[in-house]
């Protein structure tokens, strides 16, 4: 298991000095997990690692994308991802994503 130090490095070097990473031929991270039980500080470690790196930090409810319209949530995904691809830097921070896909077998009624 990483230290706090090297995670948070990991996290936060490609957001401060992404052209470092360019000049070595490296494609930075497109995004990170985060999971955990409700209140173990997932929300907590993205907003620090936003403000170290000074990016946006962009907080969505996944619930928040999902319509009953076809097509309508594809395209509150597409708006959402336009809108953080022009606040980059960013971290876009989706909560609830268990909301949108519970786990399997759940819904089964007997």
Do not use: Q, W
């Not at 070595?24 to 955990?36: A, I, S, W």
């Amino acid at each position: 298991m990483p230290s706090g130090e090297a995670l948070l490095a990991s996290l936060i070097a490609p957001l401060r000095s992404p052209h470092v990473l360019a000049a070595l031929g490296v494609r930075p991270l497109g995004g990170v997990l985060l999971h955990g039980p409700a209140g173990c500080g997932k929300t907590t470690l993205a907003r620090y690692v936003a403000a170290a790196a000074a990016a946006n930090f962009v907080e969505v409810p996944a619930a928040a994308l999902i319509s009953s319209t076809v097509g309508a949530s594809e395209r509150n995904l597409a708006r959402l991802l336009g809108a953080a691809r022009a606040a980059a830097p960013c971290i876009l921070f989706l909560d609830g994503l268990e909301s949108l896909a519970p786990v399997r077998g759940a819904d089964t009624r007997r």
